[in-house]
């Protein structure tokens, strides 16, 4: 339990979110734009939308062996396939991967395999 909630008592509401306010209260998609590119700003860096650094998070995971059904529980998804289809990207080594493939089939259909 968060030392705010102690504090706060019945006060303090737990909406179940990760980022609150101290008083457990979800952020609006405003304010919470605005607490993550504020260090963004500072630090020099370039800005990313929330929603492109949350598919890169995802797709990290993923690549690195997290399984569908964690990955969308770690989104807060109920479908796996809405996970997969709107957040987890191609790595690019898989697309390579593809590439090749794709070659190989166009060079044994030409006769140069």
């Not at 605005?34 to 995971?61: H, K, Q, W």
Request: charged share 25%.
């Amino acid at each position: 339990m968060p030392a705010a909630a102690l504090a706060l008592g019945e006060a303090y509401s737990d909406s179940g979110y990760v980022v609150v306010h101290e008083t457990g209260e979800a952020f609006t998609i405003k304010q919470l734009r605005r607490r993550a590119y504020r260090p963004m700003e500072v630090l020099g860096l370039r800005r990313v939308r929330l929603y492109d650094a949350r598919a890169s998070c995802l797709t990290f995971l993923a690549n690195n062996g997290v399984s569908d059904h964690i990955l969308a529980r770690w989104a807060g998804h109920t479908n796996v396939k809405t996970t997969k289809k709107w957040y987890v990207k191609p790595d690019v080594e898989d697309l390579r991967e593809a590439a090749s493939t794709w070659d190989g089939l166009h060079d044994e259909l030409n006769g140069r395999a």
